[in-house]
């Protein structure tokens, strides 16, 4: 008889440690996080005007920036963009070329669990390109 008393605390004990969760909170910073890369020629000098594409695994395009950012810097990919991501690394391709020359590269982004920023997780930093 005693087991029957008990039950009903035993199992209102058990209801509310099961719906014990903790919520993160998340809090973003104002930066605005841009992942570039340098391309370079052979002989190392930075190259500009070139016209770039962005894409990802799907066929997707991003437009991060238009151009260069400082001699012969340029984007990949940018903070506006950071919903598309998850924690999840993203494959994404890069292209630049002009008439006579071109070059690609392979990265991979996510963004960290608030979705504040996006990271680089590997890729080139320089580009040669022929």
Not at 73 to 82: A, E, F, N, Q
């Amino acid at each position: 008889m005693k087991i029957i008393e008990y039950f009903p605390a035993v199992l209102v004990l058990l209801l509310l440690s099961s719906c014990a969760t903790e919520t993160e909170d998340c809090i973003c910073t104002d930066e605005f996080r841009v992942i570039t890369v340098l391309i370079i020629n052979e002989t190392g000098s930075p190259v500009e005007g070139l016209q770039t594409t962005v894409r990802d695994e799907k066929g997707k395009s991003y437009n991060p920036e238009e151009g260069t950012l400082y001699a012969g810097y340029y984007s990949i990919m940018t903070d506006k963009y950071v919903t598309d991501f998850t924690t999840d690394s993203k494959k994404i391709y890069f292209t630049a070329s002009s008439d006579s020359m071109n070059v690609n590269g392979e990265y991979f982004i996510n963004t960290d669990r608030c979705r504040c920023h996006i990271n680089k997780i590997s890729g080139p930093d320089t580009l040669v390109i022929k």
